[in-house]
């Protein structure tokens, strides 16, 4: 974990660096301000920056698709069909990338009469063979054609408590209809939020492909939030930030364009005041999120801490079941000793418990209150952690021994 992490930093520090680097190659006008505006709106994003030194997939991620449109505009398309492939296989956002990428080429193509360029074929071609190769190994698992998507759609609904936005009524509606598109960069960016609609006219114009991936990213994880798909989470935003900031980038250009035609403020020197309160104020958020996460995270997990204390105390050896990443984490066990079957509405969890603990004489399960339900009768608790007063939560170790011996 540590490993990937540090991957994270330096993945995310590359980030805005080819992005100002791309953006510098390829804007026409004002490409100085374009390029660099971008890059330090990108680099100066609180919810990027928090990802890039964790180790969840979003930061690779969003590099992948960065570096897809760099290739792709560069018409490097072999290399841009694979960078594709292995963003498809690590989240489902770039399947919809996919999809924007095949209306793009086909309407260009209609538009002038003739087929899709061979290259340009590979782009959807190649993703494609490997999201269906995924899929028929995933088969014998799943037992259907693409299970896999239903299963992460049951987990979200049921982790959630719901199975779509409609059921909570029109504001609800709009309220996550606007998560993702103004919400979150507002929460993370204030102000920034109303240059957007003014970039995108130009974005357009530039480089339809780095505009329409970014929404049909946008569209991807907007409906699989309203359908309770997702779990609505910050970090999905983050495959956003570079697309945003380019349209905040070029927002801002428009607003100071139409404040020097119109003579506004001209005592100001709008060009230069503006760009720098924008960035006094991204510099003001970023220290604002990072010293309220600080603050949130200074006292760890003491209720996974004395679970983990409590457990070296018994510590034999057996299987864990475990559904709590942190707690095998922080425990340093072996990671082989874990099994990361589901407990919560699974039926099948109790059958998969019993059978283990029959073969090993007796294991152990480690989860919290909500997830032990349907396999709180297969044996007797021996720990309850304290209750971690910030998030309500409490660990809960449970012996099962075997009824067979």
């Known amino acids: 974990m540590q490993a990937i992490r540090f991957a994270n930093i330096i993945i995310w520090f590359l980030t805005p660096v080819l992005l100002f680097r791309f953006l510098y190659n390829y804007v026409q006008n004002d490409r100085i301000f374009i390029s660099f505006l971008s890059a330090i709106l990108c680099a100066l994003f609180p919810i990027g920056i928090l990802m890039g030194t964790t180790a969840q997939p979003e930061p690779i991620f969003s590099i992948l698709i960065l570096l897809f449109i760099i290739t792709s505009s560069k018409e490097k398309y072999l290399i841009s069909s694979f960078i594709l492939s292995a963003a498809c296989l690590m989240r489902y956002e770039a399947w919809a990338v996919l999809a924007v990428v095949f209306i ?75 998560h993702y598109p103004v ?4 929460l993370f960016t204030g102000l920034n939020i109303i240059f957007i609609p003014f970039g995108i006219k130009n974005l357009y114009r530039n480089n339809k492909l780095f505009l329409f991936s970014g929404a049909g990213i946008l ?13 609505g989470l910050n970090r999905h935003f983050v495959s956003l930030i570079p697309v945003y900031s380019v349209l905040a980038a070029y927002g801002i ?31 003001g958020y970023l220290v604002m999120w990072l010293y309220i ?28 079941f475990c559904n709590d990443a942190v707690f095998e984490i922080l425990s340093g066990l072996e990671m082989e000793r874990f099994n990361h079957v589901w407990m919560e509405n699974n039926p099948a969890a109790y059958t998969t418990i019993k059978r283990a603990a029959d073969k090993e004489g007796f294991i152990y399960i480690i989860t919290s209150e909500d997830k032990i ?5 297969l044996g007797k608790i021996i720990y309850t952690s304290p209750i971690n007063n910030k998030t309500g939560m409490t660990v809960l170790i449970m012996k099962v021994e075997s009824k067979t011996q």
């Open 104 to 178: 793009l080429y086909l309407s260009e193509s209609i538009k002038r009469k003739r087929i899709i360029s061979g290259g340009r074929i590979l782009n959807i071609i190649l993703p494609a063979l490997f999201i269906t190769a995924w899929a028929l190994l995933r088969l014998p698992f799943d037992g259907m054609p693409f299970g896999f998507l239903f299963q992460t759609q049951q987990f979200a609904s049921d982790a959630l408590k719901e199975s779509n936005s409609f059921q909570g009524g029109f504001f609800k509606i709009i309220k996550d209809l606007f």
């Open 183 to 186: 919400i979150i960069p507002a």
């Open 219 to 231: 569209a991807f994880i907007t409906f699989s939030w309203m359908m309770k798909s997702n779990l």
């Open 253 to 283: 250009l428009n607003v100071i364009k139409y404040f020097e035609e119109r003579n506004i403020l001209s005592n100001l020197n709008i060009r230069k005041s503006l760009p720098a309160v924008i960035l006094l104020l991204c510099a």
């Open 293 to 320: 996460w600080q603050t949130d995270n200074k006292d760890g997990y003491p209720e996974r801490k004395s679970a983990i204390e409590f457990f070296k105390t018994i510590e034999d050896g057996k299987t864990i």
């Open 373 to 377: 339900h349907n396999v709180k009768s």
